[in-house]
């Protein structure tokens, strides 16, 4: 019994370390695992910035995420749980038709990405101490958590139609595979449109989705495409400031073809004012101020303005089949129709979705088409409302982001890009990928 009792009592001294040793175990894991995660998301946003042009050197990323994992872990308890060596930035891959697709690649000076490990080892100096198990030979425990963050661009946001207000769709649309249609408030759809595998519309609440009677089976694909969740439109925001960087020719907010780095000013004084290309300066930030608070710049019909940025605080009105291509066009005009077009005006070129020739068109009021709008590879942001009527195959490749409502087309087809919409304003956002 004596004998047998020493060996009941050794297999409670085990069972007790495991239960009290694995529950400490799993505890300063799960510290550690948090730690990870917040350093890895502070470094990727210190890395790459809330805003345009905050961008961070890697070392001073890297120093933010150890000085937060101190915070959550201070050194005097923890020892060092991240160290620079463990921190690194590079791309991810998550494409879901390879095996093993999660993938973390080095790439040093990449802003896409960060991978970092935080540990209690015997390597940085600090395991973790076992309390029973120590009676059984086991002193310590090694423990490493990875945690990898990345940027993202909600797929809405680089092309689709976004409103934070109401967003009015009409009839007898074609909505291709990946075209996304997003309301913070709620979508309005009439009949006989389309919708393709792929597809999202997406809204808060799908029960104040409005529909016709019949109108699932009038739109054909829309039950699939339904999604439910809102979004926080961060573009918005930064409009005064992409607009006040394009005016200083701020190199964060101007595109690559603009190789005249000083300013070209132009002053206008009369109500309406007829803009051509031989009035603007190529390749340069155009500053044309109007000095009547209803003045509007005018471009005629069939007129093409190409290879430049305006920036302005007239209105922008485009005459009939003029065209705006591999440029970038902001106001500061707060009206309901600041950029307004006659029938065929056509933003960026028609080609297929190369790269280049897309348009960036930003105000802090509102758009206006009434007639056979042409969008291909352009970005479209204002802070007020847009509506428009886009002409047959006359959409492949935009973004259009309003801070109010958007009321949209008839009968055309919304068509993806995928390339050709390098020329985007963003802002990152960021997630968890590991």
């Avoid at 029938?343 to 930003?362: R, Y």
Wanted: net charge negative; hydrophobic share 40%.
């Amino acid at each position: 019994m004596t004998v047998l009792s020493l060996f009941l009592l050794t297999a409670t001294f085990i069972i007790g370390g495991l239960a009290i040793d694995v529950t400490n175990l799993m505890a300063q894991r799960t510290h550690l695992q948090i730690t990870a995660d917040s350093a890895a998301h502070a470094a990727l946003v210190e890395r790459v910035g809330l805003r345009i042009g905050e961008r961070r050197s890697e070392e001073e990323a890297k120093n933010y995420a150890i000085q937060l994992a101190s915070t959550n872990m201070p050194a005097s308890r923890f020892g060092s749980v991240l160290i620079a060596e463990d921190i690194t930035f590079g791309d991810w891959t998550n494409d879901q038709n390879v095996p093993l697709h999660d993938r973390f690649t080095p790439n040093p000076g990449s802003t896409r990405a960060v991978q970092l490990f935080t540990a209690r080892n015997a390597r940085h100096g600090n395991p973790i101490s076992t309390f029973l198990l120590r009676l059984v030979g086991v002193d310590v425990w090694n423990v490493t958590t990875p945690s990898v963050f990345e940027t993202y661009q909600p797929a809405c946001l680089r092309e689709g139609f976004v409103a934070e207000d109401r967003l009015d769709m009409q009839s007898n649309n074609v909505y291709l595979r990946g075209f996304c249609v997003h309301s913070n408030t709620l979508v309005s759809i009439n009949q006989n449109n389309y919708f393709e595998e792929g597809t999202v519309v997406s809204m808060p609440d799908l029960d104040l989705l409005e529909l016709p009677n019949s109108g699932y089976e009038r739109n054909e694909g829309l039950e699939a495409a339904l999604r439910e969740g809102s979004m926080e439109i961060r573009i918005l925001d930064e409009l005064d400031n992409i607009i006040a960087g394009l005016g200083s020719a701020d190199r964060d907010y101007v595109p690559e073809y603009v190789t005249n780095y000083l300013p070209n000013g132009i002053t206008l004084s009369a109500n309406t004012n007829t803009l051509i290309q031989d009035d603007l300066l190529a390749n340069a930030v155009n500053n044309i101020y109007c000095t009547r608070s209803d003045g509007r710049i005018s471009i005629p019909n069939g007129e093409l303005i190409e290879n430049v940025v305006i920036k302005t605080n007239c209105r922008i009105e485009l005459g009939s089949n003029a065209r705006i291509e591999n440029s970038v066009v902001a106001t500061t005009n707060t009206a309901s129709n600041s950029v307004t077009g006659a029938s065929g005006s056509t933003f960026g070129a028609d080609d297929d979705c190369a790269p280049g020739g897309g348009v960036q068109v930003i105000t802090l009021g509102g758009m206006r088409f009434p007639s056979n709008l042409g969008i291909f590879g352009s970005q479209f942001l204002a802070r007020g409302d847009v509506s428009f009527a886009a002409r047959s195959n006359g959409i492949q490749g935009a973004s259009i982001v309003s801070g109010g409502k958007i009321d949209a087309t008839s009968n055309s087809t919304m068509a993806l890009c995928n390339n050709g919409m390098e020329g985007n304003f963003e802002l990152p956002y960021f997630r968890m990928a590991m």
